[in-house]
């Protein structure tokens, strides 16, 4: 197939450090290259892509100075949407609503993979208003607040072989991700403290979260069992994952999926992880570690971690949760939406002829004749 991939423009593909839609449309954009599809990648010009890359700006957003988003994320959709869309048999766009407008009003079929949380009262005009648009959800639990949207299936994130198995536990919990409310990155820290382990936290700071981040969890960080060491790439990922105990997943949101659950599965390490949004989908409570419903059950659940296997884990790392299962789900999804779309077209040419069968084309002539 020729497959369009529109990432979003914040982080580079793959991105540097954190961005976990950026990877994920990697990780998707190189196993389709390899299945022996026509991939363009669209995405900022310091991605690294065995696609066809076309770019609206030379560097990611977020690390690349003050511009003003709206005018790469305009080029962008102009350039996928527009000038090119004729040249490809899908479009997968990673631009959650922003682009809906011309999603709606492009020829090629499009499907929209919706990475973000979805309960929030203001996106429901949104939604509303393009509700016929192709869906796809990463997990079932993210559909919740939106179940009259045009669903077209639910797929789970994958990884490439990229994370080692760990085949024995270290001495430490691990936190990783994003210093937000919502993460609960103090919950990660009481519970350290509560059992006594030491815990390493690698996450990063969002402009929006730093002052949370000064007055809420620095001076936490001053207790000598955190181990604060910031963002992390890729390739520290899996010493640091694959090296911890468990790792601790309090989140106190609809998670949609969490990337951070898979990766550490894929190492070997067990998760605790709040009963919240997808981590039901995810976690395989007793197998792969255990679904928590507040703070004090996360900390009783420690004292059973050795019964966690964690060959078990990595089994289910393999089984469910890999590239290639991901982008072959995504394939069959592509395949549906094509042959919709044709069906579509087939419809209104015959209901078109239809029209003019049964209201046929009255000639010059014949006005003369019944006029005289």
């Not at 423009?9 to 450090?17: F, Y």
């Not at 010009?45 to 305009?74: C, E, I, K």
């Not at 409310?181 to 519970?191: F, G, L, V, Y």
């Not at 592509?334 to 419809?347: A, H, L, N």
Request: proline share 7%.
């Amino acid at each position: 197939m020729k497959i369009a991939q529109i990432a979003p423009l914040w982080e580079s593909v793959p991105p540097k450090l954190y961005g976990g839609t950026e990877r994920i449309v990697s990780y998707l954009t190189e196993e389709l290259v390899r299945q022996g599809h026509e991939v363009t990648l669209f995405a900022s010009g310091d991605s690294q892509t065995t696609a066809r890359l076309r770019a609206s700006t030379s560097q990611a957003l977020r690390l690349g100075g003050t511009m003003d988003p709206n005018v790469p994320f305009t080029l962008l959709q102009e350039m996928a949407f527009g000038g090119e869309a004729e040249h490809f048999d899908i479009i997968h766009s990673h631009l959650d609503y922003l682009g809906f407008p011309m999603s709606r009003r492009c020829g090629t079929p499009v499907l929209t993979t919706l990475h973000g949380q979805l309960d929030l009262a203001e996106l429901l005009p949104v939604f509303d208003e393009f509700a016929e648009l192709p869906l796809c959800s990463i997990s079932d639990a993210q559909r919740g607040p939106l179940p009259h949207l045009n669903w077209q299936g639910t797929v789970y994130h994958g990884l490439p072989s990229v994370y080692p198995f760990y085949p024995r536990p270290g001495s430490y919990l691990a936190f990783l991700g994003r210093m937000a409310p919502e993460k609960r990155p103090d919950h990660a820290i009481e519970i350290a403290r509560r059992v006594g382990m030491p815990l390493r936290m690698a996450a990063k700071v969002d402009p929006a979260n730093r002052e949370y981040f000064q007055t809420e969890i620095a001076p936490l960080l001053e207790d000598p069992l955190v181990d604060y060491i910031g963002e992390i790439s890729d390739a520290e990922k899996g010493d640091f994952l694959g090296k911890a105990a468990a790792v601790l997943c309090p989140y106190d949101w609809p998670e949609p999926f969490g990337l951070v659950l898979i990766e550490a599965l894929a190492c070997g390490t067990p998760v605790l992880a709040y009963r919240r949004g997808s981590i039901p989908e995810i976690i395989d409570d007793g197998i792969t570690g255990f679904i928590c419903e507040n703070l004090n059950e996360m900390v009783s659940a420690l004292d059973r971690l050795s019964r966690i296997e964690r060959q078990q884990c990595r089994e289910a790392f393999e089984t469910r949760f890999t590239v290639t299962r991901m982008a072959t789900d995504y394939v069959e999804l592509y395949e549906k939406i094509v042959v919709q779309q044709q069906k579509r077209f087939t419809q209104r040419r015959a209901l078109r002829s239809s029209n003019r069968a049964r209201c046929p084309a009255i000639s010059v002539a014949s006005l003369q004749d019944e006029a005289a």
